[in-house]
């Protein structure tokens, strides 16, 4: 069965950050839920579609398109990948854990304070989406990273809403019911050597 790492926590939290590191130090995919679906949706296809019909009203993602938009992107030459913003509710899990063995999830606190300070200054690397801070450069292609067009104050709250709402009852559901094991790590002063250990002994 597919193997998955589930990287959750609050807009600007590092799970972009975290995903992509785990990515370079080990060769491992990470899949961004929210930047495939976005690419989905701009391809115009079907699942796009169904995609799109659900944020516009504002609904859950419907778990078997969730299912699909992963299996899409997900590369089965590796033995693991991580991903970030899916699932956040037990219907979600309950899909994905069908063609997925869920082996943790490691769950990045931040002070909401960090967190829009963080949301306010966020870049990407123009060629490969690499997440950063203003005056970082991408570790890649070392190239100057561009600031995201979606820092606004809407959005933030927007986001604020959703983990409040959603992402965290789901974190606690998890833990209540141990669905997977959680580790929880404050990202402010984020421990890669244990992250990486927890990761590198499932290879």
Sequence with gaps: MKKLVIILGNTSSGKSSLGKKIELEFGLPYISFGDIKIEEIQKESIL?????????????????????LINNHYDCS????????????EIEYSELSKGYNIIFGIYLEASEEILRKRFF???VCPICNFPGFIGDLCPIHNKEMLKRDDTNENEFNKRMKLFNQRIYPFIE???????????????????????????????
Aim: overall charge positive; hydrophobic content about 30%.
């Design 78 to 89: 590796k033995p693991l990948a991580s991903i970030s913003g899916y699932p956040i509710s």
């Design 173 to 203: 559901e998890v833990q209540n019911k141990s669905l997977f094991q959680i580790y929880k790590y404050n990202s402010e002063s984020l421990d890669l050597v244990s992250i990486f250990h927890g990761v590198k002994q499932y290879l």
């Design 48 to 68: 796009g579609k169904n995609l799109k019909y659900n944020i516009d009203k504002n609904l859950p993602i419907n778990p078997d398109d969730g299912l699909k």
């Design 121 to 123: 200054g966020r870049v």
